[in-house]
């Protein structure tokens, strides 16, 4: 049994910061990488960022280069570093561990968190 649990979301003024963390337990021996993905209300699901664990080879989704950072995976934590945060970076932050069984890759999710920039 894997499971994904995201933290660290909330409400933010424009110009913010916000630090998100997600973990994974479970089966993690087969952790191949982790990302995080946004979905705002009645839009599509899109990358935000992710990276490998053995590499640490990292990419970003367009709309959040130089202003998010992605740490490298540590004891199957990955953490997101936003700053000047947009009210367009509002959405669910979903959280997704990428394991490796075999061969053939198996994705696991979190619940989501809440990112809301408002002021």
């Known amino acids: 049994q894997v499971q994904v649990v995201e933290s660290g979301g909330g409400l933010v003024q424009p110009g913010g910061s916000l630090r998100l963390s997600c973990s994974v337990s479970?089966?993690?021996?087969?952790?191949?990488?982790m990302s995080w993905y946004r979905q705002a209300p009645g839009k599509e699901r899109d990358l935000v960022a992710g990276?490998?664990?053995?590499?640490?080879?990292v990419i970003y989704g367009d709309s959040v280069k130089g202003r998010f950072n992605i740490s490298r995976i540590l004891n199957n934590t990955l953490n997101l570093q936003m700053n000047n945060l947009k009210p367009e970076d509002t959405a669910v932050y979903l959280c997704?561990?990428?394991?490796?069984?075999?061969?053939?890759?198996?994705?696991?999710w979190g619940q989501g968190t809440q990112v809301t920039v408002s002021s």
């Open positions: 997704k561990a990428r394991l490796i069984v075999h061969g053939r890759e198996y994705p696991h």
């Open positions: 479970g089966f993690t021996v087969s952790l191949y990488g």
């Open positions: 990276i490998t664990k053995r590499d640490g080879n």
